[in-house]
């Protein structure tokens, strides 16, 4: 079946610095890949996504590539601020799913000042 | 702006009663999903409508477990004699079509559930 194994948390960074997310998958046939956040207070809502190899999505300066040879979609930003404190979520449909979605198990992100 | 909207917003209730919990989707959108997040854990995927149908309830955890949905509206998730493993804050989302795997899913607030 299909899963997603995120890195695990909590990560915590000074303002500016770089940000990687880690993600891997599993999956049978071609999935669509997803970034999902939850900001403190808010609901869930997508941050970026990918449909096939070697897409990249980006959005609010995060970006994430698809790459099927490693089955892994890393989330990136170059400079993290506050306002990116949030709680990150990988996810991926795939196969005869009917587009449900698989998650991750989510990595709280604090940026400090 | 009608995004998901989910009521109650937070439910506490006792161990052995029922419990409903209300989906609105965004309208036009056929393909409705229940999801679950226990504390501490990812979403569980429950069950899947396309229109008033449930081609997918692979997620339900029990026969306690139940849901319907009227037409391309209102969906209703229903936990009947509910046990303390139940408290979970209970996700639905909903997207235009379910049988695309690229279509980006939109989330509710969800309902906080407290099983005493």
């Known amino acids: 079946g299909n899963s997603v194994t995120q890195m695990e948390g909590p990560v915590t960074l000074s303002e500016e610095a770089f940000l990687t997310i880690n993600c891997t998958y599993t999956?049978?046939?071609?999935?669509?890949l997803f970034w999902y956040v939850q900001y403190p207070g808010e609901g869930l809502q997508l941050l970026l996504k990918?449909?096939?190899?070697?897409d990249k999505g980006s959005n609010k300066g995060f970006e994430a590539t698809y790459r099927k040879e490693t089955t892994s979609f890393h989330l990136e930003k170059g400079s993290v601020q506050v306002s990116d404190s949030a709680v990150y979520f990988c996810?991926?449909?795939?196969?005869?799913?009917?587009?449900?979605?698989?998650f991750g198990q989510g990595t709280i992100l604090t940026v400090h000042p | 702006g009608a995004g998901v909207s989910q009521s109650p917003s937070n439910k506490v209730t006792e161990k052995g009663k029922d419990v409903e919990l209300r989906c609105d989707p965004i309208?036009?959108?056929?393909?409705l999903y229940w999801y679950r997040q226990r504390l501490g854990q990812g979403l569980e995927f429950l069950i899947y409508?396309?229109?008033?149908?449930?081609?997918?309830k692979s997620g339900l955890p029990s026969d306690r477990f139940s849901a319907e949905r009227t037409g391309e509206s209102v969906s209703t998730l229903t936990i009947q004699r509910t046990q303390q493993e139940d408290s979970a804050v209970y996700l639905c989302?909903?997207?235009?079509?379910?049988?695309?795997?690229?279509?980006?899913?939109?989330f509710g607030d969800g309902t906080r559930l407290s099983i005493l």
């Open positions: 989302a909903s997207s235009l079509v379910g049988d695309r795997n690229n279509q980006p899913q939109h």
């Open positions: 999956a049978t046939g071609y999935p669509s």
């Open positions: 990918a449909t096939k190899a070697d």
């Open positions: 996810a991926l449909t795939g196969g005869t799913s009917y587009g449900k979605l698989t």
């Open positions: 309208s036009g959108h056929t393909a």
């Open positions: 409508f396309q229109g008033n149908s449930a081609p997918d």
